[in-house]
């Protein structure tokens, strides 16, 4: 197989959209290597820390700006470190994507000035490489490969982001690979590429997706370089691709982490591999191409209908698969424009969403919003003839997830955890939707350093479940689900230390009726909470009993509540509407229960979201809603 497909120059030059991109890559590129700078010297930082502290906003990255970092939201400004090295963070990675997208541009149009740009700043960096700082992203530093800890990086902050790079300087190199650039091409190979793979192999010690991403920067490099033992090692090693993909993978197809945003995350880095393994004639054996495909068509079965995905655990807010199109794109280069991901590729891109982007690790994207990877291997599939998969009812058993659906009704519960590795303390989470309308959803995170991250995002109060004495759920463990074709009936053990869950949601053709039981032997505050998206807005006045300043908490998320109010539920409809949609929920509950309806953050913070705890201290607390729609 070869890198670009047969007729790649041809059908572009056939399409408008795909000529505009293409046009447009070519200013990219010529402006960013006309001005392109770097210095050995510079530190590099963890991009996690480039987030608004008040509002979880991310900094925007502006490359004539490297000392001057302004929140996307607020427009507060940061300056001095740690900012200043995630800048230089980012501009790295700009390079490098410039470079990639100078290499496609090579192969489009054979003029040198492209090839000659590549290797401008892939030579900067493999002149250099040994200069640059053994370092982490906590600023720990060392002399030596030997001395160094797990998760050193040189040119960027840790073994991760090197092996992104890594990965992309062989896509590059393999783009403007001729008898013109051989010997630059074998200078880097000595001088960067061999010691990237020192830097990298011992960091392989885990299963991880940060290790997924080591080895396939490392395959990748043993791939170009013909070394035939290192790509043996990085596939069959102890913690190996085989390894990776046989004990990281639920038998459902999921990645263990239980993670929407890692689960492909890891694929983008697995699947990259799988498809150079294609170019240079070293395939992937049949089982791991049967895993990745498999995960690859779980994740559009897990999706909601409207393809939002789900969102539990650490990630990204608002993803959908057209986040991810460049992954399938991936993949269909690998298994075909005929296999069942070359017709999910399809599906995708023929979606209505609109693709959300992602704060940390895009990919790269023209303006017109196509996809490098579609431009550059498939620009010769047939995007009008698909066949859209049924989308059913799934209860992954090893994943700790379900997605129930009855006509436009969709509900999906997280019941469970496979460790504590990216996980959020939200056991027996939901969130719904209905048709396109999402109607209550997980709203994840923002950068790890960010406050909010930690105090809001990270916290049970967040999510749509029940917390025990004001504290986040203790328990990492598996739970367990049965599932009818309108029912989901989870439980959960030892959510807290002698604290049992139970949440049953069954569906309707417009409603939901949610049943959450507690068992406990104590008499401690149990607030079940439910979050509605911040399109919704109250229709009627309600019945307000008092108006407290506080919950009694002031941790764990409690100190961010707003605008709080006991409100009447007996007897009582709370409507709510966000202009096309009309949603009526009743409360039932315990005697001595309490409803509270107030004000919560999304993310980011610029909007607000209508939000309700019912408070009880019975051992055992019944609570239920039921929620009916009706579109306008």
């Known amino acids: 197989m070869n890198f670009i497909n047969d007729n790649f120059k041809v059908s572009i030059d056939n399409n408008k959209e795909y ?16 001005n392109f700078h770097d210095d050995v010297h510079t530190l590099s930082n963890w991009g996690h820390q480039y987030f608004c502290n008040d509002d979880g906003g991310r900094l925007i990255f502006d490359v004539a700006k490297p000392k001057e970092h302004v929140c996307c939201v607020c427009g507060k400004v940061y300056k001095g470190q740690p900012y200043d090295g995630v800048w230089t963070f980012m501009y790295r990675n700009a390079a490098i994507d410039t470079a990639l997208k100078a290499g496609s541009l090579y192969a489009y149009t054979k003029d040198t000035q492209y090839q000659d740009i590549a290797m401008k700043i892939i030579g900067f960096y493999s002149d250099n490489y040994k200069d640059f700082p053994l370092h982490t992203k906590e600023d720990a530093h060392y002399k030596t490969l030997e001395e160094m800890t797990w998760g050193c990086g040189k040119i960027m902050p840790q073994g991760l982001n090197e092996s992104i790079i890594g990965i992309r300087i062989i896509q590059t190199l393999s783009l403007i690979k001729d008898e013109r ?13 061999l010691p990237m793979v020192d830097l990298l192999k011992p960091q392989v010690d885990k299963i991880h997706n940060i290790r997924v ?39 459902d197809g999921f990645w263990y982490e239980g993670s929407i945003h890692y689960n492909f995350f890891l694929l983008e880095g697995m699947v990259t591999l799988l498809m150079i393994s294609e170019v240079y004639g070293k395939p992937f054996e049949a089982k791991e191409k049967e895993i990745i495909s498999n995960m690859l068509i779980r994740a559009y079965m897990y999706a909601f209908d409207n393809d939002t995905l789900p969102n539990p655990n650490d990630g990204w807010p608002n993803l959908n698969l057209k986040t991810y199109s460049y ?50 291997y498939n620009t010769d599939f047939d995007y009008n003839h698909y066949t859209r998969p049924a989308r059913g009812n799934y209860n992954f058993a090893l994943s700790n997830f379900s997605m ?23 056991i027996l989470n939901i969130e719904i939707a209905r048709g396109e309308k999402l109607i209550s959803r997980d709203i994840s995170n923002a950068g790890y350093q960010s406050t909010l991250c930690n105090k809001w995002h990270r916290m049970t109060l967040c999510h749509n479940t029940v917390l025990c004495g004001g504290k986040n759920i203790e328990s990492r463990t598996p739970g367990q689900a049965t599932m009818t074709d309108n029912c989901i009936d989870a439980q959960h053990k030892d959510i807290y230390a002698h604290v049992d869950y139970e949440r049953k949601c069954v569906l309707g053709k417009d409603s939901v009726t949610d049943t959450f039981s507690v068992t406990s032997n104590n008499t401690e505050t149990k607030d079940y909470v439910f979050h509605l998206e911040a399109g919704f807005a109250l229709k009627k006045d309600v019945t307000v009993l008092e108006k407290p300043q506080n919950l009694g908490y002031s941790d764990n998320g409690y100190q961010y509540l707003e605008d709080i109010k006991m409100v009447e539920y007996h ?11 009309e949603l009526a929920l009743q409360f039932e509950g315990p005697k001595d229960g309490k409803l ?9 913070v610029t909007t607000k979201r209508l939000s309700f705890i019912f408070r009880s201290k019975e051992m055992k607390p019944q609570y239920t809603m039921h929620m009916t729609c009706k579109e306008k």
């Open 571 to 581: 007897d009582q409809t709370f409507t709510f509407s966000d202009g096309e949609l």
């Open 19 to 34: 000529k505009e991109a293409m046009k447009q890559f070519g200013e990219d590129v010529r402006e960013f290597g006309k």
């Open 596 to 604: 509270y309806l107030l004000k919560t953050m999304d993310n980011p």
């Open 181 to 193: 650039s051989l010997s630059f091409i074998e200078g880097v190979k000595k001088n960067l590429l």
């Open 404 to 426: 129930l659906r009855k006509d436009k009704m969709n509900l999906f519960m997280k019941y469970g955890l496979n460790g504590p590795s990216h996980a959020h303390p939200d």
């Open 213 to 251: 991403w080591n080895l396939a920067a490392i395959g990748a490099i043993a791939l170009f370089t013909g070394n035939t033992d290192l790509y043996a090692w990085c596939y069959n090693s102890e913690f190996g691709i085989v390894a990776q993909l046989s004990k990281g993978v639920t038998k």
């Open 327 to 376: 992954i399938y794109h991936l993949a269909a280069r690998a298994f075909g424009e005929n296999s069942a991901v070359g017709n999910l590729v399809k599906v995708i891109e023929s979606g209505k969403k609109k693709r959300t982007t992602l704060p940390l690790s895009e990919s790269i994207y023209s303006k017109n919003g196509l996809a490098f990877e579609r431009l550059v």
